[in-house]
């Protein structure tokens, strides 16, 4: 069974940086994705970013372009999400996902629908 623990999320000011880390075990094949996704009070739970197993490709949301990096070390079973030049609408609670056994590139990144699995989530609270 797949698990993922979440941590790193809390308070930063505008402008400021925060690491959440996605904790990832469980994996019964080399081929998947996990995705970062978050959801603010009264929106619907976005897409993030992703990253695939067997490459490690990348995606990004447009709003996030530039600002968030999405990796990962393999050796630690652990994907990382660096946000830095935080705003405030980035306020939001921040899932990790991942997908079952299937080729990552076949999926839509962006889909929450595409992921089998999810962690606990950790708040992120960008305010002055």
């Known amino acids: 069974q797949v698990q993922l623990v979440e941590s790193g999320g809390g308070l930063v000011q505008p402008g400021g940086s925060l690491r959440l880390s996605c904790v990832a075990s469980?994996?019964?094949?080399?081929?998947?994705?996990i995705g970062w996704f978050r959801q603010a009070p009264g929106k619907e739970r976005e897409g993030v970013s992703y990253?695939?197993?067997?490459?490690?490709?990348?995606r990004y949301a447009d709003s996030v372009k530039g600002r968030f990096t999405i990796s990962r070390d393999n050796a630690k079973n652990t994907v990382y999400l660096q946000m830095n030049s935080l705003k405030p609408e980035d306020t939001a609670v921040y899932y990790c996902?991942?997908?079952?056994?299937?080729?990552?590139?076949?999926?839509?990144?962006?889909?929450?629908?595409?992921?089998?699995?999810w962690g606990q989530g950790t708040q992120v609270t960008v305010s002055s």
């Open positions: 996902a991942a997908t079952g056994p299937r080729d990552p590139f076949d999926i839509i990144w962006y889909l929450k629908s595409e992921y089998d699995y």
């Open positions: 469980g994996f019964t094949s080399d081929y998947y994705a």
């Open positions: 990253i695939s197993s067997r490459d490690g490709r990348t």
